[in-house]
């Protein structure tokens, strides 16, 4: 799709300064943009660099001034360039039509402009929205209810009676709806907890690829509306993760725990069972938490403490080389003075 920079300006509102008949062919970043392709700079680290980029036009903030060349002043630069992005990749097409490959168990049921691509199997009494999209090797337990606007990538498993709200989208490899970790102690052995609940998930939802979403011991697990993840996310039996929160890659919550709303767990984090995180929490990269997590709270390290306390911490860890020389010398003055004393 190629689009003049007026016409651009106009559907995004903005405010257009140069060659509005520019044609404007895609979209890429600063500095890997070419002759005939649009770009952002929504701060002071690119704006002072307009010069070096070979974008045929920028996207700039409404407040920027002394600027020159083809530009689009816009509220928020960042925004208008996802927005303008789905214009040039509006994504795949729903074809409406169903593989021969396909399996389809009984009584199943679909709405309007559905896609099932080879080797995807559909168990019984399973029902799917409009708009569906389900690409190659996808499998759909019994039972399971697919909202409007989903779209399955490849090899991705949702087991028996699993929830799917709509506008969700499903990346590669995942599995919703496996046992959750549950086993009761026996002498030398284990034994097995039978998991009879689901996995719910709400609407405009977007899970990564691989990622392992356990269904509830009883009852459910529940990822809300808005709700994002990562790659490599696992999400354990009875979990509860708040609207427009954010998991980031590697992720381990633990069974029974609740993520409150728009809470950011960055790479690596691991919290442990029976837990509470307040809502607009963040915690950093690969801490551990051990206890529940106030409302708001800024969280870093292993276990998890308030985020400037642990980089006060990191100063001291830095400096333990040359204290425990210090505390040696320290030492050995205080042993000649005491055989001086004797």
Not at 247 to 270: K, T, Y
Request: hydrophobic share 40%.
């Amino acid at each position: 799709m190629d689009m003049t920079l007026a016409v651009i300006a106009e559907k995004l509102g903005g405010r257009l300064s140069g060659d509005g008949h520019k044609i404007i062919t895609g979209m890429a970043s600063f500095d890997q943009a070419m002759e005939s392709e649009l770009c952002f700079a929504d701060d002071s680290r690119y704006l002072v660099r307009l010069g070096e980029t070979k974008a045929a036009a920028v996207l700039v903030p409404e407040e920027a001034l002394n600027l020159s060349g083809n530009l689009i002043y816009v509220k928020n630069p960042r925004m208008a360039f996802v927005s303008l992005s789905r214009l040039f990749n509006p994504g795949p097409v729903i074809r409406d039509r169903i593989h021969p490959s396909v399996c389809v168990g009984n009584h199943v049921s679909w709405g309007k402009n559905v896609e099932l691509r080879s080797g995807v199997v559909i168990g019984d009494k399973v029902s799917l929205g409009s708009r569906v999209l389900i690409y190659p090797n996808v499998v759909i337990g019994d039972g399971v209810i697919l909202g409007d606007d989903v779209m399955i990538y490849p090899n991705v498993t949702i087991l028996d009676r699993c929830v799917i709200g709509s506008r969700v989208t499903i990346h590669a490899g995942t599995v919703i709806g496996s046992d959750g970790f549950g086993f009761v102690p026996e002498g030398q052995q284990y034994t097995k907890i039978p998991h009879t609940g689901i996995v719910r998930i709400g609407d405009d939802v977007e899970i990564g690829a691989s990622n392992t979403i356990d269904r509830g011991t009883h009852g459910e697990t529940r990822i809300k509306n808005g709700v994002k993840t990562d790659n490599l996310v696992h999400v354990g039996h009875n979990v509860e993760v708040g609207e427009n929160t954010l998991l980031v890659a590697q992720v381990g919550i633990a069974g029974s725990s609740v993520i409150g709303d728009h809470v950011i767990l960055a790479g690596q984090v691991g919290v442990s069972g029976h837990l509470t995180i307040g809502n607009n929490a963040v915690i950093g990269p690969k801490a551990g938490v051990i206890k529940s997590v106030d409302a708001g709270a800024v969280l870093s390290g292993v276990p998890a403490i308030p985020h400037k306390q642990w980089m006060k911490a990191q100063i001291v860890v830095s400096q333990l080389p040359e204290l425990k020389k210090k505390l040696g010398a320290h030492a050995k003055r205080l042993k000649e003075l005491e055989e001086k004393g004797d």
